[in-house]
């Protein structure tokens, strides 16, 4: 199978001043692509662009006017995206199910924000969302409700708009346990499985280390 360079595309990336979003930062300035670095902490989304010569944004993703601005701005200074890595992560508080039920609705309702603001962009390209999930998507944890609702809601999202849709305007990368001490952090592996699965043009890949479907990155990119 032919590698599709990602050298010269356009993504934008949801949470890219935190932990997870600026490894994937890191890993798509190296593979050359033009970043939009979104973050609610502005100070923290500026420190992650000038390490990856991207442009930093304030963007709370249940904002609908704030995705209005970052496509826009993206469009503006790179053209339209190639790509949208969400990896902003929701915090709630309380574990009763009114509490659960209030932070499904607002994952599937950000990413419908995104969806409608970045839908032209991405159908123009051929690119896509990428939705990060853990395996609390398929096997909810006791201990943290409020984690695996939110799980649960990414992934019946990428259902609706990737698996029931000949758009195709949805990616789900999937992972569960770290890679072993001695290899990259859990981070850098995923962050690595993705590009290699998006340069393959794969819509679903699994991280290694624990689901037993077809699809599985079993190694990262080079």
Known sequence: ??????????????????????????????????????????????????????????????????????????????????????CAQHRAEGTDAESMARLWATQVSSLEIAYRNCRSDLGSTGGVHVIFVSGAAWQPDPA??????????????????????RSGQSALIAYDVPPRASRKTADDEIAAATLWALSRDEKQAFVPGGFGVAGFCRKSAQ
């Open 144 to 165: 943290r409700p409020l984690w695996s609702a939110a799980e649960a809601a990414k992934r019946q999202w990428h259902k609706a708009h990737q698996l029931g849709s």
């Open 1 to 86: 199978m032919t590698k599709r360079s990602l050298a010269n595309k356009v993504a934008l990336v949801t949470g890219g001043g935190g932990q997870f979003g600026r490894v994937m930062c890191q890993a798509l300035a190296k593979r050359g692509c033009k970043l939009i670095v979104g973050d609610c902490d502005l100070t923290a989304a500026r420190d992650t662009a000038a390490k990856t010569e991207g442009l930093a944004l304030g963007l709370d993703v249940t904002d609908a006017a704030m995705w209005t601005n970052a496509a826009s701005s993206a469009r503006d200074l790179f053209g339209p995206l190639d790509y949208v890595f969400h």
